[in-house]
């Protein structure tokens, strides 16, 4: 039986079509099952897509340290006592050989800025130059902090897109102008734009950025920092990055290094461990679901193949009196299961990349409006579609198998006396 004879497809045809409503409802199982196996399967991508994006180009191997009350006693100091970080603790934790990027952070008050008769109240915050290395964020116009900046003090900073819209409208590139930031005068060097959120203390939207030895001097903070972050090279486990940060800085604060209450910290790779497991698991959960749903639908092209078997025992029985060898039977009845389940199956899969697509382009749209969202696509992968479609086909054939094998049971004196 050639698969290009257009009997066969025909016959196939009138025996799916004999019942139109019976077909149609058992197609939709089908339809249904591919429809949200794909539409899950977009959906949990998206969603580790967007936490990918916030991570941006963010180390993975990231350390934040901020200091809180002793809880033991040590050498002499009691316990509970309140201890700062400063400058020269991050000199020391850079000399670490499990460290690649130390940087200080120090928080400011709110700020009012103006330029002309444009103004606003913004967060200021104060870094060193690493910090652009540790957690990156988008540079629209100019650069960031460097050390020249930090050695001389200079009074410059780095602005988010938010500050530059609000003080500079209809202005592409702000760099070199001057703002007034509270009483002070400061010189515009760079406009940063959101590219990671995951580490970040303030809006950067909505931030001012200045060297933080600036930042000290300005709020009397002499060489005090408020927190460090520290990113470790990516072959050091970050069990190993956070010992080494808690002895160099111990050391120099007559900390006892196994106070676990001494310093606040967070590992980032931990913190990126658990939310890509949740997402495995999200993943093996919409793959479990939508098996099931699909598996559910083949049965019950399973079950109407099972049926038309019973209704056409005469007409097989004929075909076998006549001479017709199993595999032309098995032919049949698989074609038929097949073309059910793939029309129904492929009409699902469209729908739900159409689906999809739709979404991706709303969301497309908003970041476009917001200009502050991460643009991410939330289409399933290619060789996810061509797995899809692997299952869809094993399924619509294994839906025949079960009918295919009664079929072949029949004997033709047998279904020839049935009435």
């Known amino acids: 039986m050639s698969f290009f004879d257009t009997d066969r497809w025909n016959e196939i045809w009138q025996t799916i079509a004999r019942n139109r409503k019976r077909s149609i409802m058992t197609a939709l199982g ?23 994006a916030q991570l941006g180009d963010m180390s993975t191997n990231t350390l934040l340290m901020q200091p809180e009350q002793t809880g033991i006693p040590y050498k002499g100091m009691p316990k ?30 709110e700020v009012h800025c103006s330029y002309r008769e444009h103004k606003g109240d913004y967060s200021l915050m104060g870094y060193t130059p ?31 897109t938010q500050i530059a819209k609000d003080l500079f409208p209809g202005e592409q590139d702000p760099t070199g102008k001057v703002i007034k930031m509270n009483n ?14 995951a580490m970040s203390f303030s809006d950067v939207e909505n931030t001012a950025v200045v060297p933080i030895s600036l930042a000290q001097q ?35 604060h007559i900390i006892s290094p196994d106070d676990e209450k001494a310093v606040w910290t967070m590992a980032t790779a931990e913190m990126f461990d658990k939310v890509m497991g949740l997402f495995r698991g999200i993943a093996w959960l919409t793959w479990f679901v939508g098996l099931g749903t699909l598996l559910a639908g083949i049965v019950g092209v399973s079950n ?15 075909r076998r009196a006549l001479g017709a060898p199993p595999r032309a039977i098995i032919s049949q009845i698989l074609s038929e299961s097949f073309v059910l389940a793939f029309i129904a199956g492929v009409l699902g899969l469209t729908a739900a990349v159409g689906l999809l697509s739709v979404v991706d382009s709303i969301y ?39 009918p295919a094998t009664r079929a072949l049971r029949i004997k033709a004196v047998d279904a020839i006396r049935e009435e």
């Open 218 to 252: 300005m709020y009397g903070g002499g060489n005090r920092i408020h927190m460090l972050a520290v990113a470790g090279r990516d072959d050091t486990p970050s069990k190993e990055v956070e010992k080494a940060c808690r002895e160099a800085v111990f050391a120099r």
């Open 364 to 402: 497309y749209q908003a970041v476009t409006v917001a200009q502050d969202g991460f643009e991410i696509s939330w289409m399933i992968s290619f060789g996810t579609g061509i797995a899809a479609l692997a299952i869809l086909v094993a399924g619509s054939l294994l839906a025949g198998v079960i």
């Open 30 to 52: 089908v339809f249904w099952g591919i429809f949200m196996l794909t539409v899950m399967l977009g959906a949990g991508m998206g969603l580790g897509r967007l936490f990918r």
């Open 80 to 109: 509970n006592r309140w201890w700062r970080m400063d400058n020269e603790d991050v000199e020391a934790v850079k000399k670490q050989p499990e460290v690649l990027y130390a940087s200080a952070v120090f928080w400011g008050d």
């Open 130 to 160: 690493d910090y652009q290395k540790i957690n990156p964020q988008k540079i629209l116009h100019g650069r960031f902090i460097n050390e020249v900046d930090m050695v001389q003090k200079r009074k410059v900073c780095v602005i988010g």
């Open 184 to 197: 002070a005068y400061f010189r515009v060097i760079g406009v940063l734009r959101k590219q990671s959120t």
């Open 304 to 318: 109407i193949m099972l049926v038309l078997v019973k209704e056409r025992t005469q007409e097989i029985g004929i």
